[in-house]
C-alpha cells in the first residue's frame, strides 16, 4: 500500500522538482525544504507533469519488505514527470549515448579496481619480501647459535678428557704413593 511522504521538516506533502544530473531536488512548497531523489544514472526528471503540466507533486512510498520505492505523483491528475537522460553537466543525451557513459563508467570502474588489485598485490609482495628477510635473519642467527653450541660442546668434550685424564693421573699417583707407603712400611720394619 501506497503511503504520502511529508517534508522532514514542516510536514506539507506536495513539492515542486528541479531537475539536476542523476538526482531530482524535490523542494517542499511550504519552506522549500530540498530531498534529493536518485533518478538514476545520467537520468532526472523534468519539471512539470508529462500529461498536463502541473508542476506539483506529491511522494509516494511503496514498501516492498526491505525496500522502499518512492514514486513521483501529480497532484492533479496523478500523471508521473517524464524522465530524461543527461550527461554529468546536465545537457539531455539519448539513450544511446547514456549506455555508452554507462559502459565507460562500468570500464573505469573496473580500472580503477584492477588498480587497488594491483596495489595490494604491490603491498602483499613488499610484506613477504621482509617477512622472507626476517626469516633469513633468524635462519642466520640459528646457524650462529648451533656453532656456538657445538663450540661449546666441543669445550666439554675437551674438558671431559682433561678431566678422564686428570683422573688416570690421579689414579697412577695413589698407587705410586701406596707403593711408597708400602715400601716404606717394609723399610720400618727392616730397621
Known amino acids: 500500500m501506497a503511503k504520502t511522504k511529508s517534508c522532514d521538516r514542516c510536514g506539507e506533502v506536495i ?44 511522494l509516494r512510498r511503496y514498501d516492498y519488505g526491505d525496500k522502499e520505492i518512492i514514486k513521483i505523483e501529480c497532484t492533479k491528475c496523478k500523471g508521473e514527470p517524464k524522465q530524461y537522460y543527461v550527461d554529468r553537466e546536465g545537457n539531455k543525451i539519448d539513450r544511446s549515448v ?48 648451533d656453532e656456538m653450541i657445538n663450540g661449546l660442546e666441543d669445550n666439554v668434550d675437551n674438558i671431559k678428557s682433561d678431566i678422564y685424564s686428570m683422573s688416570s693421573e690421579i689414579d697412577r699417583l695413589k698407587n705410586d704413593i701406596e707403593n711408597i707407603d708400602n715400601q716404606i712400611y717394609r723399610l720400618e720394619r727392616e730397621f
Open 15 to 58: 513539492f515542486k522538482i528541479n531537475s539536476i544530473c542523476e538526482d531530482a531536488e524535490i523542494i517542499c512548497q511550504k519552506c522549500n525544504n530540498v530531498i534529493y531523489f536518485n533518478a538514476g544514472k545520467y537520468t532526472t526528471y523534468e519539471k512539470k507533469c508529462s500529461h498536463c503540466e502541473n508542476d506539483l507533486f506529491k
Open 98 to 145: 547514456r549506455e555508452i557513459l554507462l559502459i565507460k563508467d562500468t570500464i573505469e570502474s573496473v580500472e580503477n579496481n584492477i588498480y587497488n588489485i594491483e596495489d595490494t598485490i604491490s603491498d602483499i609482495d613488499n610484506r613477504v619480501y621482509y617477512l622472507e628477510s626476517e626469516v633469513g635473519s633468524i635462519i642466520n642467527n640459528i646457524y650462529s647459535k
